[in-house]
């Protein structure tokens, strides 16, 4: 497959947790810093956290403090901690290599309810 595979989300009230994961069967995954992306209705989608192929990271100003990236790379896999949820969080999220450079996977739905 080409496109990244998400899964994990579902419905949670606020507060509550979820692990997203990403499998990208792709070559040279180890070597690409990899992004988790959401996507709101009516809304542009945006980048929501990075992981280098070091292990470094960085969040947007909304996940920080909530939200950890991770990776592993025997698995090719990207995942995505995310606790204290809230209804704003609401979205589709999807991964892709930082600069968003691989076609788009489905995504997976993450509801937050209040």
């Known amino acids: 497959q080409v496109q990244p595979v998400e899964s994990g989300g579902g419905l949670v009230q606020a507060g509550g947790s979820l692990r997203l994961s990403c499998a990208a069967s792709?070559?040279?995954?180890?070597?690409?810093?990899m992004g988790w992306y959401r996507q709101a209705p009516g809304k542009q989608r945006e980048l929501v956290a990075t992981?280098?192929?070091?292990?470094?990271?960085s969040y947007a100003d909304s996940a920080k403090g909530r939200f950890t990236i991770s990776r592993d790379n025997a698995k090719k896999t990207v995942y995505l901690q995310m606790n204290s949820l809230k209804p704003e969080d609401t979205a589709v999220y999807y991964c892709?290599?930082?600069?968003?450079?691989?076609?788009w996977g489905q995504g997976t739905q993450v509801t937050v309810s209040s």
């Open positions: 992981i280098t192929p070091g292990g470094s990271t």
């Open positions: 892709n290599t930082g600069g968003g450079t691989w076609p």
């Open positions: 792709r070559a040279f995954f180890a070597f690409a810093a």
